[in-house]
């Protein structure tokens, strides 16, 4: 079966791998044309851009930054002519508004949208591990269910078009504000004298245990490695995203308030593309010690 995958970043390429070694036939696009040989490199066939994609495949992922983006490359896409397109996946972490507007559009040009959010980072894309939250009709579920199993361990039907990507900016304010506390609360520890291995090894079989804690440290804060993995731009706009949803509903929320100062404060750093770990140096050079 022909499947596309569209962006080819942190997340596209290990998905895109999955993808490739479930024995899917790969057209894909991404606008760095080093990502696009490296893949090709694997077998997948390289495209000119999103529509040619869709002009060759019943079924298209996309993975990109943010709606925006989504939205020039789906642009692209009703532009084409002799679309073999059936259903497009949306990887991507968007608003449930942005979903449905192109879910809409979609149906215009002849096939289903459905917004299928992915959480578990790097590793889990990497291992075929995911989380997959998806957005849409049952049926339309059911015809790229096992695509979607090449590439996660889990599938949550949440609901219809939109829902997907509610349930993911729920997920990312608590993944936010986790990653901003740990970063406080790690160069506390540091402050008192515990080391890094402890505090990895106490908390993660303890109550103060999260992501950050399990996958985070033993990636990144161990070993100083600071790229890759999920960019603060990308937590930043999707903590933005629940902030714009609370106000609509009068909502106070101190906590992502909080947590988007942080990350706006690494942004203004220049840590914007490094991973979320990144936080931590920031309180390390405000209390000038190293979490080690
Ligand atoms: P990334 O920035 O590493 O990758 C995005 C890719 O899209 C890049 O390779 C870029 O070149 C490509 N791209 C940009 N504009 C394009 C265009 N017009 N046409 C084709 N390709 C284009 O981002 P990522 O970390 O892989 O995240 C992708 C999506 O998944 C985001 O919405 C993010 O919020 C979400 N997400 C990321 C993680 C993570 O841990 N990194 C986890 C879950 C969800």
Known sequence: MKIGMIGLGAMGFPIARCLLKAGYDLYVFDVMKDKLDEIS???????????????????????????????????????????????????????????????????????????????????????????????GAAETLEKVRPALEAIGKKIYHVGDVGSGSGMKMVNNFMLGCNMAAAAEALVLGSKIGLDLETMYEIVRNSSGRSFIIENKIPDFIQKRKFSGGFAVDLAYKDLGLAMETAKQFSMPVHMGSTALQMFETARAKGFGKEDITALLKITEELMDVEVR
């Open 41 to 135: 490199r694997e077998g997948a066939h390289p495209c000119a851009g999103a529509g040619e994609v869709s002009a060759c495949v019943s079924v298209a992922f996309c993975s990109l930054p943010n709606a925006s983006i989504v939205e020039s490359v789906l642009e692209e896409v009703f532009a084409q002519s002799g679309l073999s397109l059936d259903v497009w996946v949306d990887l991507s972490s968007i608003s449930p508004e942005s979903a449905k507007k192109f879910a809409k559009k979609a149906a215009g040009c002849g096939f289903a949208y459905m917004d299928c959010p992915v959480s578990g980072g790097v590793r889990a894309a990497a291992d075929g591990t995911l989380t997959i939250m998806a957005g």
